[in-house]
């Protein structure tokens, strides 16, 4: 019992951490797993985000419009709210010259609906909407060459199975 007691500590430990944490979070808001893995593996909800941006000290605003060059809206400003995505590698070589930073965010209190793909142009691109954003905290800007990095690094923390995304599921469901 000892031993089953320290597994289990040891697992609550890990699913504590960042990005493992936010995904627990998420599991949390779906009734059924398979509805819970296509978040996960459809729309790539892997619990870490980035948004590619000109400012060292990036904070999300629910006042701004995203205005970039994979906007249909030709670079002008639409719908207030904030483009994310969780495939930072297929907008870097967009804004490796304009924006230098990333900022790596934390989505735990969003609700998954609203971390939803929407097609742009580069892929991966998510929209949350102005009345979301004020949910999105910064874990931490990064230089967009070190966030390449951190991005590889994320990316061996979750899940890398079903299985093991199932453990994940069951878990923040108590099982």
């Known amino acids: 019992?000892?031993?089953?007691?320290?597994?289990?500590?040891?697992?609550?430990?890990?699913?504590?951490?960042?990005?493992?944490?936010?995904?627990?979070?998420?599991?949390?808001?779906?009734?059924?797993?398979?509805?819970?893995?296509?978040?996960?593996?459809?729309?790539?909800?892997?619990?870490?985000?980035?948004?590619i941006t000109e400012d060292p000290n990036f904070t999300p605003s629910s006042e701004k419009s995203p205005r970039d060059m994979s906007s249909i809206s030709g670079g002008k400003a639409t719908n207030k709210g904030l483009m994310i995505t969780s495939h930072l590698e297929h907008w870097y070589e967009n804004y490796k010259g304009d924006r230098g930073y990333a900022a790596l965010l934390d989505t735990s209190e969003v609700n998954p609906k609203y971390l939803k793909q929407v097609s742009r142009g580069f892929g991966n691109e998510i929209f949350v909407p102005d009345h979301q954003v004020s949910n999105i905290k910064v874990v931490k800007v990064y230089s967009l060459s070190s966030a390449m990095r951190w991005d590889k690094e994320l990316h061996r923390r979750v899940p890398q199975s079903k299985d093991s995304l199932r453990q994940l599921y069951d878990f923040a469901h108590g099982n």
């Not at 089953?4 to 059924?32: C, D, M, S, W």
């Open 1 to 51: 019992m000892i031993k089953l007691r320290t597994i289990l500590e040891g697992v609550a430990e890990n699913y504590n951490q960042f990005p493992l944490n936010v995904l627990v979070k998420h599991a949390k808001q779906f009734q059924e797993f398979e509805d819970f893995s296509k978040f996960y593996s459809l729309d790539v909800g892997h619990g870490y985000y980035w948004h």
